[in-house]
């Protein structure tokens, strides 16, 4: 959703549940129905659209509208796309739902290249009705209902009356702009949005004021005016494959239905606590970089961020790409500590490529959609945003680590702490030998921990923080000191230099 409607809703309409019904037209959507009735438009509907669709792709659109459902019809709209398909048919049957997650429904809606097809089976009410007027068609089942679509609270009490207009006239003037030149859509919508619209055709009243405007299927197909055209209706189907015969001919093209299953809801909380997973990740990773060896704040980190990419893979925003990239970072990364330390070029290339995977993975970008289209839009706003709260909570953690564990193991793996008990030390150079610190060039010691490429050398018995100029060792490798730093002691493999 672009974000100027962002964040209109935001401000006034989030909260609100409400419904919406009509039908939008596009190209075919408006069935001119000879007197004769719905029949002929449907067969003529299907003559003309027969040649066009070689596959359809079925969305099924069940529950209260939602999050999770915003994520089935992104996710189907976009494997519609990627698959080529000519047409997409919303399977519907809900009761409304929320109106935040219906307008970015319709704006993905907006996005397919194809046909766009709502099959009322059996209700399309609130929401539903307002989802079935984005697309270009609306069939109906025998038994199918539109329509009631006043703004409601989530409580389902009525809006405070100056809330309601506003809401109301917003999405007139959305429905007007989206229906002109469609026949009665326009006003048949209205009718069903406004209780004090009144909804008449030449002499004849449909809706007068006071009520909202529902419709069957037999309703919704009653032609009205000259030429006679259908209210709403392109026609009426007892199922799905008797409205791909009618609408696309007798020789049926390939039909794939998208598999829904639970983990649209799954993503839904995922995506609620992305920035959170991120602040962890994030601190978790620069906690096992400056710790030697790899152990429990590594896999903790990895976790995090991989929670993040499935989250954002299962709500539709991404595919497998972004992890292949924050894959091929982390192991630049890794180049720079473990082989290459110092050169700070596969480190800075890792971070970029890592953030900027995180990034892409958490944006709407649309298959065929080039980036400079999608970053000329909102697409990458959300993302940035939440990447910049994640380090938020990763400082904000780090440093509520400092100030209430100061003297905890946790930190022992982070700095020199002083001495510990026993013969050999645990500090980076201890006091006791710093003035002489010097004189350890050359000496030879061994591997107390792993050095990759940090950790600690021991020296006649003694601890020191030490770093390999250049690869890695593992515990139990003898070392010779090449040179001090503030920081401890520079040390190469003894095998090297014999």
Same mark, same amino acid.
């Given at each position: 959703?672009?974000?100027?409607l ?9 909260? *609100? ?7 939008? +037209? ?54 519609? =796309? ?6 997409v048919?919303?399977d519907m ?24 097809? &709502?099959?009322i089976?059996?209700? +399309? /009410?609130s929401?539903?009705?307002? =989802? ?12 199918? *209902? ?7 609270? /989530? ?5 405070? +009356?100056? /809330?309601?207009q ?8 959305? =429905? ?15 009718? /069903? ?27 919704a197909?009653k $032609? ?40 649209e ?5 995922l995506?609620?606590i ?27 980190? *990895? ?17 497998h ?27 800075l ?66 700095a ?10 645990s500090?980076? *150079?201890?006091?006791?030998? $710093? ?41 139990? &490798? ?21």
């Amino acid at each position: 959703m672009h974000f100027r409607l962002f964040q209109f809703v935001s401000a006034c309409l989030i909260p *609100i549940l409400f419904g919406v019904t009509g039908g939008w +037209a596009a190209e075919g959507a408006a069935a001119k129905a000879a007197a004769g009735g719905e029949a002929a438009s449907a067969e003529a509907k299907a003559d003309g659209g027969a040649k066009k669709a070689g596959h359809i792709y079925v969305i099924p659109v069940r529950e209260q509208i939602g999050s999770a459902v915003h994520y089935i019809i992104r996710r189907g709209l976009k494997e519609a =796309i990627e698959q080529k398909a000519d047409a997409v048919i919303l399977d519907m049957k809900t009761p409304g739902g929320a109106l935040d997650a219906t307008l970015e429904i319709m704006e993905s809606l907006a996005k397919f290249p194809g046909t766009t097809i &709502t099959y009322i089976n059996n209700e +399309a /009410m609130s929401a539903g009705a307002f =989802i079935s007027a984005a697309t270009q068609e609306i069939w109906f089942a025998p038994s199918g *209902i539109i329509g009631a679509a006043a703004p409601v609270s /989530m409580g389902g009490q009525d809006v405070e +009356a100056t /809330m309601r207009q506003k809401i109301v006239s917003y999405l007139k003037a959305r =429905i007007r702009a989206e229906s002109e030149g469609k026949g009665y859509r326009g006003e048949v919508v209205s009718a /069903m949005i406004d209780a004090d619209y009144v909804l008449k055709v030449g002499d004849k009243v449909i809706k007068d004021k006071g009520e909202l405007l529902s419709l069957t299927a037999a309703e919704a197909a009653k $032609a009205y005016g000259e030429p006679p055209q259908a209210l709403l209706s392109a026609g009426t189907a007892k199922d799905l494959d008797e409205l791909i015969t009618k609408r696309f001919g007798p020789a049926k093209p390939a039909v794939t239905a998208l598999q829904v299953t639970w983990s649209e809801s799954l993503a839904v909380w995922l995506n609620a606590i992305s920035s959170l997973l991120l602040g962890v990740g994030l601190l978790a990773l620069y906690i096992e970089f400056k710790t030697p060896g790899f152990g429990v704040f590594g896999v903790v980190g *990895i976790v995090c961020l991989a929670i993040v990419f499935l989250g954002s893979y299962i709500a539709g925003l991404s595919g497998h790409e972004p992890m292949l990239v924050f894959a091929l970072g982390l192991v630049l990364v890794a180049i720079e500590f473990f082989v290459f330390p110092g050169v700070i070029v596969f480190a800075l290339t890792g971070l970029m490529l890592m953030l900027g995977s995180l990034v892409w993975s958490m944006a709407d970008v649309w298959p065929n959609e080039p980036l400079s289209v999608a970053w000329s839009g909102d697409a990458f706003i959300a993302p940035l945003a939440n990447l910049g709260l994640g380090f938020l909570i990763a400082i904000g953690l780090a440093l509520a680590l400092a100030r209430f564990l100061p003297r905890g193991w946790f930190f022992e793996q982070l700095a020199v702490t002083g001495e510990s008990v026993g013969a050999a030390q645990s500090a980076g *150079i201890p006091a006791a030998v $710093a003035p002489t610190a010097s004189s350890l060039v050359g000496r030879k010691g061994v591997a107390a921990t792993g050095l990759y490429p940090s950790g600690q050398v021991e020296i006649d018995g003694q601890r020191f923080e030490a770093r390999l100029d250049v690869g890695s060792a593992p515990a139990g &490798t003898r070392v010779v000191v090449r040179r001090r730093t503030d920081f401890g002691l520079i040390v190469d493999r003894e095998d090297r230099t014999s």
